[in-house]
């Protein structure tokens, strides 16, 4: 498995996705000073499907820039990594009430 740094620019548009998919719009809240303040990922909310969703366009968008190739163990690389993002960056998941 390779793995290359992600260039700011991308990852702005990682997190503008991110940050769309909750109805917010990142560079607003970026000039805000938004992403200074201490466990910005928890302030906003989103279900466990919509996680998934992200994680798989995520995964996608590492593999088609090239950012991750191959397997990590035995896992999709481009799958790994991006479990590993939204560990460290992630919105709160929360279930949905049946």
Known sequence: ??????????FDLIL???????GED???????????QKD???QRR???EEQEDFAQWL????????YVTGKYRTRDA??????????NYGWTTVKHQA
């Open 1 to 10: 498995m390779q793995r290359k740094p992600i260039t700011d620019e991308d």
């Open 16 to 22: 503008t996705e991110m940050f769309n998919r909750v």
């Open 26 to 36: 990142y560079a607003t809240l970026k000039a805000q000073g938004f992403l200074k």
């Open 40 to 42: 910005w990922y928890m």
């Open 46 to 48: 989103w279900s466990e």
């Open 59 to 66: 995964a996608t968008f590492l593999k088609q820039h090239k």
């Open 78 to 87: 481009g799958d790994y990594y991006a479990s590993i993002f939204l560990l």
